[in-house]
């Protein structure tokens, strides 16, 4: 009898494999012919198998048996990856699942899939053999392409359009850390390249470093026998295979999330502490306390760093389920959708990954199930019969864009208006602006469509996708064009526990402003020192900035003094200045939420604790953008 | 975490404010402070007007003069803020409330502590658990609870659109 430890290890470590193995399925949807995934995913299916074995379940065991052969006989050649195979191989991996979850017992379909792999394999495509070879590429750029303002990374995009499939650095000529000039350009580079590029083709990449550029080249012509291709160019490899991909290189370690709070909750106190210890070591004047002092700053701040980027997830490992959630729609709904992401690497908290999931799950199946038409209706209309769901991730200032688009109908805002005055939503005869009526698709239980699916169409969803954004702090976009479809932006925070920020001062009061939205600091100009002087805006390099003093939007007491400086930030929606007494300067900010009987206080996005042990707001950047662009608009009516 | 009546006795921990004797249950006492650094929230109601840092976390100072309706003079010099433990929407939080002098720990008896008068006090009724006797004066027991929830639902029907208090008007500039 295993013990109950033992056993949770397995799941885990089973669970992992699971997730890696539906991961690779997908993308060899897209790429049939990638080795290093079809290894991946025999691997996977190997590992699986030899520890459902060693661990006494013989169930996972036996039925994961045809599946590695079958991935095997895909290895060595003599088989070929099509849609079914992904099919049946992405059911299995489900049947795995449900096998693991229910401990056994769960045997049903069990025979089913088994026959259709059996089926299958009978009659599949086979591999036709007829491989191109491929190139093998060894290159060191010239050491003083970093001084140059080169591009390493442009180059090898460049080879990845062409279709690279292995990309190695080779760190041999790297010097010793003494000798190391970060200048110069010690990498070289190892890319495999399908053997049907043109030789012309890649000389072009690198026409740019031709002088110094150490380049070899040469074709592995495709023996007789595929299955040894593999073992030419990079047999010496084999044994940590992992290699070339990073997910099993490297020693990864699952951690429960609660830890990762527990030590962000620590290291913002430590960072709070640290700061007083430096304000008290300042005005000691002691030199050895002092140094003590920088010492333990420049700790905590790396502390802080690392803690954070343990924290911070990419967008991307969450796009997996979306790949298959569009997959398993494109099959239910009988239409063919491709998913495809952008931006896969921007990152985010990761508890705002994970909230995120599932708003970002309703859209994509609203987006399937209303949004794109059936292959026919698409052809009629000229357009192509695959259609499209698009998930963009990207930075803008202080937070993060993340916009799910399709290429469908768009939304019918006629549909939407009628349904918006019979449920009392608008007035009758209303017709109101494009973002007043997208905005009632997120009202608690609004659907247009009459008919309940099982898959939407009942309302519950976008109400729900608008409170997780909203409880984020984020905001939620629609935009609509009919025929081509529509795009939901999320634009969320980057709701990290610490941000660096800008220290100012107004009627003895402290504020911090998020470093990462300040543009630039200038002084206010005398003429506009005043309330009500001159007009509210500043004429920076030639263009037009409003601006707001924020003595007014906190209500302070008392009168400005002279030499009030002005805090230009940015967000995507605009410029706006930010009239402030005095800037104190840059401050390592330990973000504090605001309790919930501070929730109707919009001004601010959180508060923090400074040196001296006082409070101070951090003010909501977007808050005040939108502000000032509501003043600049009113300002230009008027004028 | 409120006063339940079958309990023969209960700790509260009596304080004034305002010239009156009130108290609260000791098991939610966290802290006595001396005045500390307020730092004002603008925007936020008279309620919860401000924060403080409580060892190392920002916790919201909250004046239970506003809903008592209390008069409210200025804060002394012997002020005190009591750290109290006190669910909020469910959740654990932690909330300072203003003394003018914290008094002691105290053992009410169940038997002396009845439901407030509805007639001849001044006290809004709903935000008052109990009246008790304490050396021979009446302690007021307020009902935390029902305090905040009323506060935090006055505060979700308050129109979520154009910021909030003092940020409503617009600040723009006469052009």
């Given at each position: 009898m295993m013990d109950e430890e033992t056993l949770a290890l397995f799941r885990s470590e089973a669970e992992g494999l699971i997730e890696s193995l539906e991961a690779r399925l997908l993308t060899l949807q897209t790429r049939p012919t990638d080795r290093e995934l079809i290894d991946g995913v025999f691997r996977d299916l190997h590992t699986l198998k030899g520890s459902g074995a060693m661990f006494g379940r013989t169930d996972i065991a036996g039925f994961l048996h045809d599946f590695e052969s079958a991935f095997e006989a895909v290895r060595s050649g003599s088989f070929a990856v099509d849609d079914e195979l992904i099919m049946i191989s992405l059911a299995a991996r489900d049947h795995v699942a449900a096998l693991l979850a229910a401990d056994g017992g769960a045997g049903s379909g069990e025979e089913a899939i088994l026959q259709r792999l059996a089926a299958h394999l009978k009659g599949g495509p086979v591999a036709d053999g007829a491989d191109a070879g491929e190139w093998m590429l060894r290159f060191y750029l010239p050491p003083d392409t970093l001084t140059l303002g080169g591009r390493p990374d442009l180059a090898l995009q460049e080879l990845r359009d062409l279709g690279a499939t292995r990309t190695r650095a080779l760190i041999n000529e790297i010097p010793p850390f003494d000798e190391l000039d970060p200048l110069n350009l010690h990498l070289g580079w190892e890319v495999a390249l399908p053997g049907s590029v043109s030789e012309d083709d890649i000389r072009a990449v690198f026409l740019f470093h031709e002088q110094g550029l150490r380049l070899e080249m040469e074709k592995a012509e495709a023996p007789e026998d595929a299955a040894t291709v593999d073992a030419v160019p990079v047999a010496d490899h084999k044994p940590e295979e992992g290699a070339r991909s990073p997910r099993s290189g490297q020693a990864l370690m699952r951690v429960p999330a609660e830890r990762l709070d527990d030590m962000m909750d620590r290291v913002g106190e430590l960072v709070i502490a640290e700061?007083?210890?430096?304000?008290?070591?300042?005005?000691?004047?002691?030199?050895?306390?002092?140094?003590?002092?920088?010492?333990?700053?420049?700790?905590?701040?790396?502390?802080?760093?690392?803690?954070?980027?343990?924290?911070?997830?990419?967008?991307?490992?969450?796009?997996?389920?979306f790949r298959r959630l569009a997959h398993d729609l494109s099959d239910r709904l009988g239409r063919p959708i491709a998913f495809t992401i952008s931006?896969?690497?921007?990152?985010?908290?990761?508890?705002?990954?994970?909230?995120?999931?599932?708003?970002?799950?309703?859209?994509?199946?609203?987006?399937?199930?209303?949004?794109?038409?059936?292959?026919?209706?698409?052809?009629?209309?000229?357009?192509?019969?695959?259609?499209?769901?698009?998930?963009?991730?990207?930075?803008?200032?202080?937070?993060?864009?993340?916009?799910?688009?399709?290429?469908?109908?768009?939304?019918?805002?006629?549909?939407?208006?009628?349904?918006?005055?019979?449920?009392?939503?608008?007035?009758?005869?209303?017709?109101?602006?494009?973002?007043?009526?997208?905005?009632?698709?997120?009202?608690?239980?609004?659907?247009?469509?009459?008919?309940?699916?099982?898959?939407?169409?009942?309302?519950?969803?976008?109400?729900?996708?608008?409170?997780?954004?909203?409880?984020?702090?984020?905001?939620?976009?629609?935009?609509?064009?009919?025929?081509?479809?529509?795009?939901?932006?999320?634009?969320?925070?980057l709701t990290l526990a610490i941000i660096d920020g800008l220290l100012v001062e107004t009627a003895k009061e402290r504020f911090v402003i998020p470093l990462a939205a300040v543009d630039e600091i200038v002084e206010l100009p005398e003429a506009l020192a005043a309330e009500g002087a001159g007009n509210a805006f500043l004429d920076i390099r030639d263009s037009l900035v409003p601006f707001l003093r924020l003595r007014r939007i906190l209500d302070s007491p008392g009168q400005a003094g002279a030499y009030q400086k002005v805090v230009v930030v940015t967000s995507s929606e605009g410029r706006v200045g930010i009239v402030v007494d005095r800037i104190i300067g840059s401050h390592q900010t330990v973000i504090k939420q605001l309790s919930p009987l501070h929730a109707g206080v919009k001004a601010f996005s959180g508060a923090t604790i400074l040196g001296d042990g006082t409070v101070s707001l951090i003010l909501d950047v977007a808050q005040l953008v939108q502000r000032g662009r509501t003043m600049s608009d009113n300002g230009r009516q008027a004028a | 975490m409120t006063l339940r009546k079958d309990a023969t006795t209960t700790d509260v921990v009596t304080f004034r404010l305002s010239?009156?004797?009130?108290?609260?249950?000791?098991?939610?006492?966290?802290?006595?402070?001396?005045?500390?650094?307020?730092a004002r929230v603008p925007g936020a109601p008279e309620f919860v007007s401000s924060l403080i840092n409580v060892r190392g976390t920002v916790v919201p100072l909250a004046d239970l003069r506003v809903p008592l309706r209390m008069p409210r003079d200025e804060i002394g010099a012997g002020a005190r803020i009591m750290v109290l433990d006190l669910p909020l929407e469910g959740q654990d939080a932690v909330v300072g409330i203003y003394a003018d002098s914290v008094h002691e720990v105290t053992r009410l008896d169940a038997a002396t502590m009845e439901a407030i008068p509805t007639v001849g006090s001044r006290w809004p009724p709903r935000f008052v658990a109990y009246v008790g006797r304490w050396s021979g004066a009446f302690v007021t027991i307020p009902d935390l609870p029902t305090i905040f929830a009323d506060y935090l639902a006055s505060q979700q029907s308050r129109p979520s659109s154009g910021a909030s208090g003092a940020i409503t008007q617009s600040e723009a500039e006469p052009v």
């Open positions: 700061a007083r210890l430096i304000e008290i070591a300042g005005r000691s004047g002691d030199p050895a306390l002092v140094a003590v002092a920088e010492d333990i700053q420049r700790l905590a701040s790396a502390m802080r760093d690392t803690t954070m980027s343990i924290r911070m997830t990419p967008i991307g490992t969450i796009a997996g389920r931006g896969e690497e921007t990152e985010l908290d990761k508890t705002v990954v994970e909230r995120l999931t599932e708003p970002l799950m309703h859209i994509v199946r609203n987006a399937a199930d209303h949004g794109l038409e059936p292959a026919q209706e698409r052809c009629a209309m000229g357009k192509p019969a695959c259609g499209t769901i698009h998930l963009s991730a990207r930075y803008s200032g202080a937070e993060v864009l993340i916009s799910l688009s399709d290429d469908g109908r768009g939304i019918n805002r006629d549909a939407v208006r009628a349904r918006a005055i019979e449920r009392g939503l608008l007035p009758e005869g209303a017709e109101p602006d494009d973002a007043t009526l997208f905005d009632l698709i997120f009202a608690p239980g609004f659907s247009t469509t009459d008919e309940v699916s099982d898959l939407s169409g009942r309302g519950v969803g976008m109400d729900v996708v608008r409170r997780t954004i909203e409880d984020l702090r984020g905001t939620i976009e629609v935009q609509s064009e009919p025929g081509h479809g529509a795009t939901i932006t999320l634009r969320l925070p | 010239g009156e004797v009130l108290a609260v249950p000791a098991s939610l006492l966290r802290e006595v402070l001396e005045p500390v650094d307020i």
